[in-house]
């Protein structure tokens, strides 16, 4: 009797302390944001637990059992109810759990998805992540849910040199950083696989060691966790980290900055930049230690007439407003009072270079300060939140990172850089706290004897070695237009250069290079090649056809963006982007214009337009191989005559060279369009034909974008476009060069479709 009361304690005993560890487990995952799959495997190891305490307390029984009398027999039947009472508990914990999670399932497929998709929307991905992990936290098993998690984050390695380092990240907005664990380690990210959406603050932090903190996307993360050779995340040891200072690695440095994209790729060793803009403080400890009396720091000062004065001369001009040497916002050779952490401004380029000579710096290169600043599209994230207000602020009070991790680069200041212009002026970068947004993104320069108000410089320690520092500091020519004094052209001219894209009509002589290449998904291509419009060459045609609608179809034929010129490999294009177009029940034809892919040539190296013949009549071949596609879509049973024009960047800004000169085309839509302010010959110009279209004209922009700033390239477009509205229409993001996919497409169909 005893051996059996022992028995049922021992049970009753594992059942309480299982129900107990389940309640506190549960309350664990809720607190801490836990997998709800423990409870599952917590679940299995109780059972296999309870059928060991019962071979532990009735197996020996159970040999006793077939020695003893009937009454020994008839307490083993005891272990059949406990069977029974166990398998019902935990049965009813599954069930119950199974009708949670179908409440969960539910409520995720029917409110927590739009939400998700409302944020992505958004380019909240941060939380949307949130929402999305939630419900894969309870929902391992669910594929749709997975496909969330999938969409709005990336799973990914990261290492660093040393390893253990502890890795965070934040919302941009947001002063809590996240720990996701030490390196190295794999896990996810919020965001998508691009390098110009869904921006994080990234940080990796280890004790003895430089923090390395900096502004970034998990598509960058990943592709730099890719990398062959150096794939980890190198940091600085204290002892060796400078004051103030970001140490920049070395590399290709190309500037995607609007006017200068046809610059030469630089290599860079690297360097050492700072992280604030110079202070009043620091600048008045150059005062102090009497750098207005040292001639050793200065550089020979050239007046507004571009001639050379005295230093002694010179001296006198840089005073402030009490006539003392200084800035000149300052006042009785200081500044005003508790702004000792705001930049110095006021200050002209040789003040600047001279303070840099004396810190044993110099001012950057606009390779430097721009290879600091951002890689390609930062600056939807960075302008927007950075000092445009009207009025200076402390250094780093606007939390706005760069890709490295400085502060400010874009206003409070404007930063002096090294680099001479043809005009006599020198660059000037990132804009002041009373400039536009757009001054982060464009290029200026100033005269380097100006002294504005907003004038202010950051330093950087380029190493002895460094090759291409020559390069790096290369002389500019500047452009600028005033475009809205051109002229626009009268009926005699336009007839004259309209006649210039003419051409006789002729066969085509079709021939199909390759046919029906389906993707698995919503399309299929073919390629097709026809007679181009001069000389005799051929034009290849990637047409995309929908799978799931009957034709006739109507037609959209695409213009490319400038990457087009560079690639010499079209046989993989993809609709992949564009997919939205063909489950819409367009046609998408990509043709292999003149100059672009396959069909590149070396008098046509980039984009960049210049007033030769030479680019002039790759602009006219361009458009006569448009003609000739639309010559195709005319002779195509399967296909309607109307045709839509959609260029995309470069092809957004060449729209008014194909609109104005085919008259066949029923609407089009520019995205990230704008005008170049390179002159170039007046055939081969779109400022000539904006005075000349008729059609509907949709114009998709982003207010940050670096190639065509909004107030200097996008508005002059539209304005000057003549067109009045509702025939045109100009709708803005808060993007750089690449607004959110999912709202211009829904905007591209949109105009298409009204």
Not at 438 to 456: A, C, E, H, M, V
Not at 493 to 517: A, C, E, Q, R, T
Request: hydrophobic letters at 35%; one cysteine or more.
């Amino acid at each position: 009797m005893k051996n059996k009361t022992n028995q049922t304690k021992l049970i009753a005993s594992y059942f309480a302390a299982s129900f107990g560890l389940l309640q506190i487990v549960d309350i664990i995952i809720d607190r801490f944001i836990l997998p709800v799959l423990i409870i599952n495997y917590l679940l299995f190891a109780i059972v296999i637990g309870f059928i060991g305490i019962l071979f532990y307390s009735y197996l020996p029984s159970l040999g006793e059992a077939r020695k003893s009398d009937k009454k020994s027999k008839k307490s083993l039947l005891t272990v059949i109810p406990i069977v029974l009472i166990f398998a019902l508990s935990i049965s009813n914990i599954f069930l119950f759990r199974e009708s949670n999670l179908s409440d969960v399932r539910e409520e995720a497929y029917t409110i927590g998805f739009k939400k998700i998709d409302d944020l992505i929307g958004e380019e909240d991905y941060i939380n949307a992540f949130k929402i999305a992990k939630s419900y894969y936290e309870k929902l391992t098993n669910d594929s749709l849910v997975l496909s969330k998690l999938n969409q709005t984050s990336i799973e990914t390695d990261i290492r660093s040199s040393p390893s253990e380092a502890k890795v965070y990240y934040k919302d941009l907005d947001s002063d809590e950083w996240i720990y996701i664990g030490e390196t190295p380690l794999i896990t996810r990210l919020p965001g998508v696989n691009s390098s110009a959406r869904g921006y994080i603050n990234f940080k990796i932090s280890k004790d003895g060691y430089a923090d390395n903190t900096f502004l970034t996307t998990v598509g960058l993360i990943k592709g730099f966790s890719l990398r062959k050779e150096i794939n980890f995340y190198e940091l600085t040891p204290l002892s060796e980290a400078k004051s103030n200072m970001v140490l920049i690695p070395g590399g290709n440095t190309r500037l995607f900055v609007s006017e200068l994209g046809d610059l030469n790729v630089v290599e860079l060793k690297p360097y050492w930049i700072d992280k604030y803009e110079v202070t009043n403080a620091n600048y008045q400890n150059f005062i102090d230690a009497d750098g207005y009396k040292n001639k050793i720091f200065w550089d020979e000062v050239i007046n507004e007439d571009g001639k050379t004065i005295a230093w002694e001369d010179a001296m006198e001009l840089f005073v402030d407003q009490s006539g003392l040497n200084g800035p000149s916002t300052w006042s009785n050779g200081t500044y005003q009072s508790n702004q000792e952490n705001y930049p110095v401004t006021g200050v002209s380029w040789f003040e600047a270079r001279a303070y840099a000579k004396w810190s044993g710096k110099t001012l950057p290169t606009i390779y430097h300060w721009y290879r600091a600043a951002m890689r390609w599209g930062e600056s939807s994230a960075i302008s927007p939140r950075s000092n445009f207000s009207g009025v200076p602020s402390e250094v780093g009070k606007y939390d706005v990172l760069s890709s490295y991790g400085c502060f400010d680069m874009a206003g409070n200041a404007r930063e002096w850089g090294t680099n001479p212009h043809k005009n006599g002026n020198r660059s000037v970068m990132g804009g002041g706290y009373d400039d536009e947004t757009y001054f982060f993104t464009d290029n200026f320069s100033q005269l380097p004897i100006n002294r504005y108000k907003t004038n202010g410089f950051r330093c950087v320690i380029i190493p002895d070695e460094e090759m291409n520092l020559a390069s790096a500091d290369t002389l500019i020519q500047s452009f600028t237009r005033d475009f809205y004094s051109h002229k626009p052209i009268s009926d005699e001219v336009f007839n004259i250069y309209n006649g210039m894209f003419k051409y006789d009509k002729s066969p085509l002589n079709i021939k199909v290079i390759k046919d029906s290449i389906d993707n698995g998904e919503v399309w299929y291509k073919k390629v097709v090649e026809i007679d181009a419009a001069y000389g005799k060459e051929r034009l290849p045609l990637n047409v995309f056809i929908p799978k799931n609608e009957s034709p006739p179809f109507k037609t959209v034929i695409f213009v490319p963006g400038s990457g087009s010129i560079t690639n010499r490999n079209s046989q993989d294009l993809k609709a992949n982007r564009l997919s939205f177009l063909l489950r819409s029940g367009y046609v998408f034809i990509w043709p292999i214009y003149k100059g672009t892919f396959e069909r590149g040539y070396p008098e046509f190296p980039n984009y960049v337009s210049n007033d030769s013949k030479i680019y002039a009549d790759q602009m006219i071949m361009m458009v006569k191989d448009y003609s000739r596609a639309i010559d195709f879509v005319e002779q195509d049973d399967d296909l309607l005559n109307d045709v839509y024009y959609y260029g995309i960047s470069w092809g957004g800004m060449l729209g008014p060279l194909f609109l104005a000169n085919d008259k066949r085309i029923k609407k089009a839509v520019w995205q990230v369009a704008g005008l170049g302010a390179r002159e170039t010959r007046p055939e081969g110009s779109p400022l000539t034909f904006l005075s000349r279209i008729n059609k509907p004209v949709l114009m998709l922009n982003g207010i940050y974008d670096q190639y065509f700033p909004f107030e200097t390239s996008q508005k002059p477009m539209y304005e000057l476009l003549s067109l009045k509205e509702p025939m045109k229409r100009m709708i803005t993001y808060e993007s750089a060069h690449s607004p959110p996919f999912n709202e211009t497409s829904k905007e591209v169909l949109k105009w298409f479709n009204q």
